[in-house]
């Protein structure tokens, strides 16, 4: 028996020898064990442990589960709709129902201007929104800016001619109005509690009205972005913006900028293209900066600012013994600034308690205040600081 096991002779007993004939020793071929009576009852073993571990799982995952499993909707995505009535409208993505929103608010402008017979011809072409149903539309004065006629296209198709109410090229913002009624509207949002990287969507009319409502999606790239703008006459208007990269072309100006929600947090008006060799850097001007421009076009037809009465620019602290601030070139006379006893060469260092670094931060202050409101002003003169008192006056130019 141990030399059978050593060399591994398998399914043989002693008990197969049959035959001693002689003292010869004969072996039957040697027969297999009952391996298919043991092999059916391991089948069965396997089949009896596995449906008693299945009922077993099952019981316990419908006992533990069945509660959150049956709160789940598992039909198919694509099978998924909201019913409305007796008719399934598919769930749409949030750009879509910003676009139903705020698309029908959304008009194209031409600009047209008359040769001597009388003959118009378009000038240019952008976008407004609509903001009070009455007819009242917002958009660029850049847009409208030159325009013996201007008509507003709106998204039904129908064009109406526009009468301007008001415009202001400090903001490049202008107000015009349709006679129309019960049009739809655009809701502002407040563009203070927008953050970098949340989504911006572009509504407009890019490249004119064979692209009308247009809509484009990207994100806010930055805030309170400060671009200069050169007009035709060479003078630098400085706008605090909004940037994005949601694409916005020429046609654009004019048009929506809005959140996920369907608020209007920006009012489209340039873009850095092929002349800095950008893309997807468009420019908005913020809602909250525009809101306050809007009420005084409508009211006055015009923005009445306050005015300090001086023109200057940024003070070179190499030049100006490390003096940074608001550098005076001139003084207006009958101004504010020259009733102080301001005088050119002074150096505006604070203003209302506010540190001035740069020219530009003048601004800052001032869009606080209004005409007859008094406030602190402390300059530095031949290395001497000055405190004084400005009142504030009606700003009829482009100067501080």
């Known amino acids: 028996m141990e030399n059978n096991k050593e060399n591994n002779i398998k399914d043989v007993t002693w008990q197969d020898v049959t035959n001693i004939d002689g003292g010869n020793i004969n072996f039957q071929k040697p027969k297999k064990k009952g391996t298919g009576k043991f092999f059916l009852k391991g089948i069965s073993f396997v089949l009896v442990a596995a449906l008693s571990g299945g009922i077993t799982a099952n019981y316990m995952v419908d006992k533990k589960y069945s509660q959150y499993v049956s709160k789940q909707d598992n039909t198919p995505l694509f099978q998924q709709t909201k019913s409305t009535g007796s008719t399934n409208v598919s769930a749409t993505n949030a750009i879509s129902k910003v676009a139903q929103t705020v698309g029908p608010a959304v008009v194209g402008i031409d600009n047209k201007v008359e040769n001597f017979y009388g003959q118009e011809s378009q000038q240019s072409s952008g976008s407004g929104i609509i903001f ?77 009205e064979d692209f009308a409502g247009s809509v484009t999606a990207g994100i806010i790239s930055a ?59 468009g420019f908005a001007i913020s809602i909250n900066e525009a809101k306050g421009v809007i009420q005084s076009l409508v009211k006055d037809g015009r923005v009445v600012r306050p005015f300090l009465g001086i023109s200057g620019g940024d003070s070179n602290a190499d030049q100006n013994k490390g003096v940074s601030g ?75």
């Open 326 to 400: 608001a550098y005076i070139e001139q003084v207006v006379q009958g101004g504010g600034a020259a009733k102080a006893g301001i005088q050119p060469g002074d150096i505006i260092i604070e203003l209302d308690g506010t540190k001035i670094s740069k020219f530009d931060d003048l601004r800052d202050v001032l869009d606080k205040h209004k005409v007859g409101d008094t406030i602190s002003c402390k300059v530095s003169r031949n290395g001497k600081n000055i405190d004084t008192k400005i009142t504030l006056t009606e700003n009829t130019s482009q100067k501080q």
């Open 132 to 208: 009070r149903s009455d007819g009242y539309i917002v958009t660029n004065n850049h847009v409208i800016n030159g325009a013996d006629k201007v008509y507003v296209r709106l998204s039904t198709g129908k064009i109406l001619q526009a009468k301007l109410v008001g415009a202001d090229p400090t903001t490049d913002l202008a107000v015009i109005k349709v006679d129309a009624k019960d049009l739809p509207v655009a809701t502002f949002g407040d563009s203070s509690k927008v953050s970098v990287g949340e989504t911006a969507i572009a509504i407009g009319n890019p490249l004119g």
């Open 223 to 281: 805030l309170n972005r400060n671009i200069d703008v050169p007009d035709e006459n060479g003078n630098v208007t400085r706008y605090k913006v909004l940037q994005t990269d949601a694409a916005i072309n020429p046609g654009n100006s004019g048009g929506a900028l809005c959140n996920s929600a369907g608020e209007v947090i920006g009012i489209n008006s340039l873009k850095l293209g092929s002349a800095y060799n950008a893309e997807g850097m």
